[in-house]
């Protein structure tokens, strides 16, 4: 069984970057494939990137080319690096780890001057 934790939430501006960071417990978790969610205010939560066992990555359109996922397999650590960030992103964003079927507190992204 895996447990996760978020960090790396916050205020940036439009155009800005931030990097958000998963943090897992347990002794599976190279072999858990991860993702992460977001949620805006008044919407449903929606996927955003997945990252599998094997490093294999896939993205929402809307944030391809614009978001990273990658995985630290040692440190047991998932991240979702974004750039060109907009106000259109701000969300509560959820770290899931598939396998365990387990979800993340999320952590708070806005975007806005």
């Known amino acids: 069984q895996v447990q996760v934790v978020e960090s790396g939430g916050g205020l940036v501006q439009p155009g800005g970057s931030l990097r958000l960071s998963c943090t897992a417990s347990g002794r599976s978790f190279a072999t858990n494939a991860m993702a992460w969610y977001r949620q805006a205010p008044g919407k449903k939560r929606e996927w955003v990137a997945t990252i599998s066992i094997g490093d294999m990555t896939d993205y929402l359109f809307s944030v391809k080319d614009r978001f990273t996922i990658s995985r630290d397999n040692v440190n047991k650590t998932v991240y979702l690096q974004m750039n060109s960030l907009k106000p259109e992103d701000t969300a509560v964003y959820y770290c899931?780890?598939?396998?365990?079927?387990?979800w993340g507190q999320g952590t708070q992204v806005t975007v806005s001057f």
């Open positions: 899931y780890s598939i396998s365990s079927e387990t």
